[in-house]
Structures are given as structure tokens and as C-alpha cells.
């Protein structure tokens, strides 16, 4: 089949990633999957125009409203990927809501990341429950062999105290306003360093010679981050907010924190115990390796795209 994949495709973000990996998973079984950036088409007749024009047979688009908006009246079949923010955020509004429920009754069907996104989906749109599938993320991480981080810390200013110790971020500039707080913030501290996105070999190399991972956000999601620090033997400390603590079993498969103190005695606790150390490094990978696989993934994804034909 020609399939058109719509999805944000800013580079270096989650949704691209999954964008990619599911690319690759119908790519592997012969058909055409080309991604395109939802945020390059205003309305559904651009995209109407698109599907004349490329022959595409079928779609998919990743989050229900940015993607899939755009897919509605559409001549061909399509199946939607729910993307987060629109089940958890864009539902609110009224405008968005009617247009999302009207595109779910068109989709042949629509995958959710975890339980919890089918069940909040299917409260809203009870008629859609029986064709909402639950797929998690699927991690495979690649770390590459020649990554080197003096190229990146050449810089580095040694944290005062504990000159052992640095707290590294990275990840691409979003939102220029963030942006300038978060960097004016990280050079008053010595020992923290903000690095722009680099290739995810790279990172996936970086994040293995860490000695854990940190995830302190305050807002919503299902961290691909977080997944893959587990799968790459790396322990996880992270902020107790549902998305992270529906991945993580305290002191079992990483370590929840629920304000700065208890962060800080955590890391002591994970740094001083390395029986503890062990124990969630190979918790957690045996949780990634079960729930988040990626064949398991791959297959259902090749079994979706036959409901499109
Ligand atoms: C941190 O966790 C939140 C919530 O699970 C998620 O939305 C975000 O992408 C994560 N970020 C990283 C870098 O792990």
C-alpha cells in the first residue's frame, strides 16, 4: 500500500520518533509509508490535494486533533494514533473536541499508548471503545560506538562540592521563552550543562555512560527517555507525576522523587547501594524488554494497516 503518515515532525521530538519507528515497521513489509509534517498543511483539502497527487491508498496520523484534523472527510481510509496532548489537553476545548470526535467516527481505528488513554478516549466517545487498540511504545535503543563526550563538555565547569557529579541536558530549543529561563538558570550552576539535541545513537551512547537518568517534569506524557535509559541499564530517578510513576515501580524499576530534598537523599541512597542499583537496572529492563517491545510493536502495526485496505 502508499501510505501517508501525518504527524509534527519537529526534529528530535517524541512524536517524530514514533513517527519514524512506525515508518520503519511498514516499510519492512513492503509498503510505501511516506511521513509528513502536519504543521506544512492549513486544512483537509491540502491534504485531499496531497493524497490526488502522491496516490496514497491510506493514512495514519499521529494526535487526534494536529494530525488527524486534517484527515477529516477524507476519501481514503485512515487510523489514527492518539498523540497525548489531545486526549489530555485539546478534549477542554470545545471546538477541538467536536472536530476530534468527528474524526475518531471516521477512523477504522485508533491506537492508544496505555490503558489510561483508551479509557479517557472511550469516556468521551463510547461508540469509538470497541476500535481503540492499546499499543505501547515500542523502545529499541542503539547507542553508537564512537560517541565521545569531551567533544560536548570541553567547557565544563566542575561542580564545586561534588566536582565528580554533572547534570546534563539535552534536547532542542522548543520554546525560545523556556528556552532563555532554563539557560540563564543552568549557567548560574556550575555542574549543569545544556546541550542542543544530538543524533539518538549519540544519545542513546551518552545516556549509557550516565550514572542515572533524571526526569523532574511537572507535566504530563510517556517518556520514550525514560524507557530507554532502562533499556540501556541505566537507573531512573524520576519527579512522582502519573506519566512517570505509570512506568516506574518505586525502588524497584527506578526511584520517584517528590521534591528537590527527597531527589537528593534518593541519588545518595542509589549512589551508596549498589545492591540497590543492580536490583532496578535489571527490574527495569526486564519490564522494557516485556512491555515495551519493539517487534511486539512492529507486528501490530503491520496487522493495523491491513484494516486500511
Ligand atoms: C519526562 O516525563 C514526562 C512525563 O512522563 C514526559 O512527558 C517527558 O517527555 C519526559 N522527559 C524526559 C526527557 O524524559
Known sequence: MRLLLLACLRAQTGNATTAGRIQDHLEAVGHICSLKDAFGYENPSEIANLISAEKFEAALAIHLYKGGRLLQGSRIPFGIIFGGTDINEDIKHEEKHRVMGAVLEEARFAVAFTEKMKELAAAEWPDARSKIYIQTQGIMTTPSATFNWKRFLQNAEWHRREPHIHLVIIGPAVDPQFTSEVNEKANRAPGVHLLQEIPQDDLHAAVKRCFAVVNSSISEG????????????????????????????????????????????????????????????????????????????????????????
Not at 241 to 262: S, V, W, Y
Not at 276 to 288: D, M, N, P
Not at 300 to 305: P, R, S, T
Open 222 to 309: 510517556m517518556s520514550a527517555a525514560i524507557l530507554e535509559a532502562m533499556d540501556l541499564d541505566v537507573p531512573v530517578l524520576a519527579r512522582n507525576i502519573p506519566g512517570n510513576a505509570a512506568i516506574i515501580r518505586h525502588k524497584d524499576t527506578g526511584l520517584l522523587f517528590t521534591d528537590p530534598q527527597e531527589f537528593v537523599q534518593l541519588s545518595k541512597s542509589l549512589m551508596n547501594d549498589p545492591s540497590l542499583e543492580r536490583k532496578i537496572v535489571t527490574k527495569a529492563k526486564a519490564y522494557v524488554k516485556k512491555h515495551h517491545s519493539w517487534e511486539c510493536e512492529r507486528e501490530a502495526y503491520q496487522n493495523l494497516v491491513l484494516k486500511l485496505q
